[in-house]
Protein backbone atom coordinates (compact mmCIF):
# COMPACT_ATOMS: atom_id res chain seq x y z
CA UNK A 1 0.00 0.00 0.00
CA UNK A 2 1.35 3.57 -0.81
CA UNK A 3 0.34 7.01 -0.05
CA UNK A 4 2.04 9.61 -2.09
CA UNK A 5 1.68 13.27 -3.94
CA UNK A 6 0.66 10.93 -6.98
CA UNK A 7 -0.90 8.20 -5.48
CA UNK A 8 -4.24 7.71 -3.27
CA UNK A 9 -4.22 4.38 -1.33
CA UNK A 10 -4.35 1.29 -3.78
CA UNK A 11 -4.45 -2.59 -2.94
CA UNK A 12 -2.71 -3.27 -6.75
CA UNK A 13 -0.40 -5.88 -7.11
CA UNK A 14 1.25 -7.40 -10.62
CA UNK A 15 0.90 -11.43 -10.82
CA UNK A 16 3.71 -13.04 -12.39
CA UNK A 17 2.56 -16.50 -13.80
CA UNK A 18 5.20 -18.69 -14.68
CA UNK A 19 5.26 -20.92 -17.38
CA UNK A 20 6.69 -23.93 -15.25
CA UNK A 21 6.51 -24.02 -11.17
CA UNK A 22 10.32 -23.72 -9.80
CA UNK A 23 12.19 -24.28 -6.73
CA UNK A 24 14.15 -21.10 -5.49
CA UNK A 25 15.25 -19.40 -1.79
CA UNK A 26 11.79 -19.80 -0.02
CA UNK A 27 10.13 -22.20 2.02
CA UNK A 28 7.44 -24.87 0.52
CA UNK A 29 9.12 -26.17 -2.30
CA UNK A 30 8.06 -25.35 -6.14
CA UNK A 31 6.04 -21.81 -7.10
CA UNK A 32 4.90 -20.77 -10.20
CA UNK A 33 2.74 -17.80 -9.30
CA UNK A 34 4.11 -14.39 -7.77
CA UNK A 35 2.88 -11.08 -6.33
CA UNK A 36 4.80 -8.27 -6.66
CA UNK A 37 3.60 -5.32 -4.97
CA UNK A 38 4.55 -1.43 -4.10
CA UNK A 39 6.45 -0.91 -0.56
CA UNK A 40 7.35 1.88 0.82
CA UNK A 41 7.57 5.86 -0.15
CA UNK A 42 8.88 6.98 -2.86
CA UNK A 43 12.59 7.96 -2.77
CA UNK A 44 14.94 10.55 -4.93
CA UNK A 45 18.35 9.83 -6.48
CA UNK A 46 20.04 12.42 -8.81
CA UNK A 47 18.71 10.17 -11.72
CA UNK A 48 14.97 10.82 -10.42
CA UNK A 49 12.24 9.29 -8.18
CA UNK A 50 12.31 5.23 -7.57
CA UNK A 51 10.23 3.00 -6.10
CA UNK A 52 10.82 -0.37 -3.95
CA UNK A 53 8.66 -3.62 -5.54
CA UNK A 54 9.35 -7.24 -3.81
CA UNK A 55 7.55 -10.19 -3.58
CA UNK A 56 7.37 -12.19 -0.48
CA UNK A 57 6.65 -15.37 -2.65
CA UNK A 58 9.51 -14.54 -4.52
CA UNK A 59 12.08 -13.67 -1.52
CA UNK A 60 12.86 -10.67 -3.88
CA UNK A 61 12.99 -7.06 -3.92
CA UNK A 62 14.31 -4.74 -6.39
CA UNK A 63 13.68 -0.83 -7.20
CA UNK A 64 11.89 0.60 -10.21
CA UNK A 65 11.58 4.39 -11.55
CA UNK A 66 8.18 5.89 -9.87
CA UNK A 67 5.71 6.32 -12.79
CA UNK A 68 2.53 8.46 -12.72
CA UNK A 69 0.35 6.42 -11.41
CA UNK A 70 0.33 2.73 -9.87
CA UNK A 71 -0.21 0.89 -12.79
CA UNK A 72 2.75 2.51 -14.56
CA UNK A 73 5.00 2.19 -11.80
CA UNK A 74 4.30 -1.34 -11.98
CA UNK A 75 4.64 -1.71 -15.98
CA UNK A 76 8.34 -0.81 -14.62
CA UNK A 77 8.27 -3.47 -12.72
CA UNK A 78 7.08 -5.53 -15.27
CA UNK A 79 9.47 -4.49 -17.83
CA UNK A 80 12.37 -5.62 -15.20
CA UNK A 81 11.17 -8.39 -14.55
CA UNK A 82 10.86 -9.43 -17.96
CA UNK A 83 14.32 -8.73 -18.66
CA UNK A 84 15.75 -10.70 -15.73
CA UNK A 85 13.62 -13.68 -15.62
CA UNK A 86 14.70 -16.33 -17.71
CA UNK A 87 11.27 -18.31 -17.67
CA UNK A 88 8.60 -17.29 -19.97
CA UNK A 89 5.78 -16.23 -17.47
CA UNK A 90 2.16 -13.80 -18.08
CA UNK A 91 1.46 -11.06 -15.98
CA UNK A 92 -1.69 -9.68 -14.78
CA UNK A 93 -2.59 -6.09 -12.67
CA UNK A 94 -5.13 -7.37 -9.93
CA UNK A 95 -6.77 -4.78 -7.56
CA UNK A 96 -7.22 -6.06 -3.58
Not at 41 to 70: E, M
Amino acid sequence: MVVGKHYREVNMILRQTLSYPVCGYWDGGKKQVFDWSIEGKPQKDVKGQFIRIGSFQANFWFHVALGKTIKRTLANAKLYLRVHTKIPSTFEYVEE
